[in-house]
Each structure stands twice: as C-alpha cells, then as structure tokens.
C-alpha cells in the first residue's frame, strides 16, 4: 500500500497580531479576512502579486498596511474597511453593528501598480495617512469613496501618493492637511476637485493633469509651487 501524506496549510499566515501572507483561493474573488483573527498590521508584501483576490474587506483590528501589502494584485478591485455596508448611512442613522476602522497608515507602495483596482471605499475610515506612491499606476481607480457628507479621511498624502491614476475623474481633498509633492501627477482624467479651508495643496500636485481646466475654487491658502 501506499502511503499519502497531506500538509494542511492555513489560508492566513498570522502571528503576534501581524498577517504575514495569505495562502488561500477566496470564493469569487471575495476574501473577508476574519475579525477574530485580531490583526494589527497587516505585513510588508503580505498580498503581493495575487492574482485571485477581486474584493477585500479588511477588519477594523488592522491599525496599519506595510510596505507593498498589496503591490501588483492584478485581479484587485475593490478595497472595503470593517465592511461593504457603512457605518454612517445616507440619512444619517448608524449602523452600530459596524465598528470604525482602526486604520490610521497605509504605508509606500502599499497598492502600487493594481491595474484593476477600480473602488477604495473609506466611509468606515476616520483619519488615515496615505504613504509614498501608495496607489501609483492604479490606473483603473476611479471611486474613493468617504463618509457621505464629511471631510475626506485621508488627512495625509505623500509623494505621488496617486500619481498616474489615470481614471480618477473627481477627489475630496476638504480633509488633507498635509501634502506631499506630484501627489495626482499624471491623472490625465481628472476634472473636479473639493478643498476645504485647510486643505494643503502640495508641490506640482496636478502636473499633467490636462482635463483639469474648469475653473477651480480653492478654499486654502496652502498651495504649494507649481501645484
């Protein structure tokens, strides 16, 4: 007789509150990764070059997203936060059932080059800083969605944090307060944007963008050279 050894290997790679890898092929596209699995980081290149992954859900436990989480995950669409559903609703009720992210860092380069990443959706997000090149070359990113009627989440941007994001047609940028330089360089299709009173506007931060040429109302004083 012949003996057969199998090796059983847990989708998720996780330890000390950090997700390391993910092993597993989710069904249609749609990996939630468990809240009870308690993740706080989720580690550098955890998710690189996946090529399976459509839709994630991300827990409200993750507090950070390293370096490169999520680099060149080629069937990536869709980024949810806690859930699919918000937490605030349309009318104003809240859905108590839905916590706030933890979120507060998405690290350089964390969703580089996810060429089909078409929705990030933040509404269950509170106030996040936004690494180096994060979504650099997401050329299909075309939603960032916010809790509806509130300031962006996204209080921070770094440098060409959305550069070459060539399907992005419109941005709140009514809650970033700090900027870095280049940040929508290249985003070819951008027609709109929304500031607030603090709104920084960070150095050439809308190079090359050539369909932004309506008149735009800055609401700031902090505009940065060339931007």
Not at 208 to 217: A, H, K, M, R, S
Request: charged share 20%; hydrophobic share 35%.
């Amino acid at each position: 007789s012949t003996l057969v050894r199998l090796r059983v290997i847990n989708e998720f790679d996780a330890e000390n509150y950090t997700l390391y890898s993910y092993n597993g092929v989710p069904e249609n596209g749609l990996l939630v990764i468990p809240e009870d699995l308690n993740v706080m980081t989720i580690a550098e290149q955890a998710f690189k070059d996946n090529d399976t992954i459509k839709k994630i859900v991300i827990p409200s436990t993750v507090t950070e997203i390293q370096k490169r989480a999520f680099e060149n995950c080629s069937a990536l669409e869709e980024v949810y936060f806690v859930s699919q559903q918000h937490r605030v609703k349309a009318n104003g009720e809240i859905d108590k059932t839905i916590d706030w992210a933890d979120l507060s860092m998405v690290y350089e380069r964390a969703f580089y080059n996810c060429t089909n990443l078409k929705k990030i959706d933040l509404s269950n997000v509170k106030t996040i800083t936004v690494g180096k090149e994060c979504f650099y070359n997401c050329t299909s990113l075309s939603q960032i969605i916010d809790q509806e009627g509130e300031p962006t989440s996204i209080g921070t941007m770094h440098h060409s944090a959305f550069k070459n994001c060539t399907s992005l047609v419109s941005i709140n940028l009514t809650g970033l307060h700090m900027a870095g330089d280049n940040v929508f360089e290249g985003c070819t299709a951008l027609e709109s944007i929304q500031t607030g009173k603090f709104t920084a506007i960070g150095k050439n931060m809308f190079k090359g963008c050539e369909n932004l040429y309506e008149p735009i109302t800055i609401k700031t004083t902090k505009i940065g050279e060339g931007a």
